[in-house]
């Protein structure tokens, strides 16, 4: 009786595998996120494409891409962005990015050169080890913008965190294609440390008087390397101005009894102006003939967009 109830057993299993040796996937089963599929352009895809595309031949992908969307492989877990967030953001993005580097160099050359191909959104922020990734440059091929879900162009702080992130990954890109003066990173040499920078600055998002600011950094990512040292110098200078650096930041370094923060500061600020100058042709502060520099046109393009957030 034992060795029959084997035998019937082992029958059953023979017919279930060959059963499953015939299943097939039907035709048309769409699995998302393989790629290879064709979307039907939208009202979106043109705007984009008359935005960024035919302008600036920049790519910009908001439809989920997985192989796009990852920075690297890991557990994190990333969510699509919502469709009514793209415009409004690459609105904003036009406006405070593209707009004021035309103003400031004369034309499309300069954002056609050097501007991303490729513009991919992310609708959540990526974290990685204790800190949160906002954005990143690959190489000036694309730039990565994550966290766009909680994206409102009426919010005066999200606007600036955004473009911070932006012109950030795009002073990375202008210096991998031309290096600025090698001098910069003895400035502050020694106070540089890649994995103790987060321990400056902790719980003082609106204290005046950082720990970064006393060692002659505009915060305490700068700390990281002399490559984000110099495009936070840049970024932040633009993104929250030339008088917040004086009168903050600059004020700030002058109480420093740790090192010539003040001096660090004011140096790194003249590199990075002379650099964006003598390389790209682009002035970053106004003359004394009332030319304005790029500094005053993204700080007029900010207050346009707060006051008549952008939506075409």
């Given at each position: 009786?034992?060795?029959?109830?084997?035998?019937?057993?082992?029958?059953?299993?023979?017919?279930?595998?060959?059963?499953?040796?015939?299943?097939?996937?039907?035709?048309d089963?769409?699995?998302?996120?393989?790629?290879?599929?064709?979307?039907?352009?939208?009202?979106?895809?043109?705007?984009?494409?008359?935005?960024?595309?035919?302008?600036?031949?920049?790519?910009?992908?908001?439809?989920?891409?997985?192989?796009?969307?990852?920075?690297?492989?890991?557990?994190?877990?990333?969510?699509?962005?919502m469709?009514?967030?793209?415009?409004?953001m690459?609105?904003v993005?036009?406006?405070?990015?593209?707009?004021?580097?035309?103003?400031?160099?004369?034309?499309?050359?300069?954002?056609?050169?050097?501007?991303?191909?490729?513009?991919?959104?992310?609708?959540?922020?990526?974290?990685?080890?204790?800190?949160?990734?906002?954005?990143?440059a690959?190489?000036?091929?694309?730039?990565?913008?994550?966290n766009?879900?909680?994206?409102?162009?009426?919010?005066?702080?999200?606007?600036?965190?955004?473009?911070?992130?932006?012109?950030?990954?795009?002073?990375?890109?202008?210096?991998?294609?031309?290096?600025?003066?090698?001098?910069?990173?003895?400035?502050?040499a020694g106070?540089?440390?890649s994995?103790?920078?987060k321990?400056?600055?902790?719980?003082?998002?609106?204290?005046?008087?950082?720990?970064?600011?006393?060692?002659?950094?505009?915060?305490?990512?700068?700390?990281?390397?002399?490559?984000?040292?110099?495009?936070?110098?840049?970024s932040?200078?633009l993104?929250?101005?030339?008088?917040?650096?004086?009168?903050?930041?600059?004020?700030?370094?002058q109480?420093?009894?740790?090192?010539?923060?003040?001096?660090a500061?004011?140096?790194?600020?003249?590199?990075?102006?002379?650099?964006?100058q003598?390389?790209?042709?682009?002035?970053?502060?106004?003359?004394?003939?009332?030319?304005?520099?790029?500094?005053?046109?993204?700080?007029?393009a900010?207050?346009?967009?707060?006051?008549?957030?952008?939506?075409e």
């Open positions: 009786m034992r060795i029959a109830q084997l035998l019937l057993s082992a029958v059953l299993l023979l017919g279930v595998c060959s059963c499953r040796e015939k299943e097939t996937i039907a035709d089963l769409v699995i998302p996120g393989l790629g290879g599929t064709e979307e039907i352009a939208n009202e979106l895809d043109q705007w984009l494409y008359e935005n960024f595309t035919q302008p600036y031949n920049i790519e910009v992908v908001y439809r989920w891409d997985a192989a796009q969307m990852y920075s690297n492989i890991s557990d994190t877990r990333l969510v699509p962005v469709y009514d967030l793209v415009q409004p690459m609105a993005i036009r406006d405070v990015w593209f707009d004021p580097f035309v103003q400031a160099s004369g034309n499309k050359d300069f954002l056609c050169r050097l501007a991303p191909k490729k513009v991919v959104l992310v609708g959540s922020p990526e974290y990685q080890s204790g800190s949160i990734k906002l954005g990143e690959e190489g000036g091929r694309k730039i990565l913008l994550m766009v879900n909680n994206f409102d162009p009426e919010d005066e702080a999200q606007v600036k965190s955004f473009l911070h992130v932006i012109l950030h990954e795009f002073g990375h890109i202008m210096h991998q294609t031309v290096m600025f003066d090698k001098t910069f990173q003895d400035i502050s106070f540089y440390d994995t103790g920078w321990n400056y600055d902790k719980g003082k998002p609106n204290d005046n008087q950082p720990e970064s600011y006393q060692l002659g950094f505009t915060r305490n990512y700068a700390m990281n390397n002399k490559d984000d040292d110099f495009v936070e110098v840049f932040m200078v993104v929250y101005g030339k008088t917040w650096f004086d009168q903050v930041v600059c004020a700030s370094a109480n420093s009894t740790i090192t010539d923060a003040y001096g500061l004011t140096q790194k600020l003249s590199m990075v102006e002379s650099y964006m003598d390389t790209w042709g682009i002035a970053m502060f106004d003359d004394e003939m009332g030319n304005k520099g790029l500094e005053t046109y993204v700080q007029e900010i207050a346009t967009v707060l006051a008549t957030p952008p939506t």
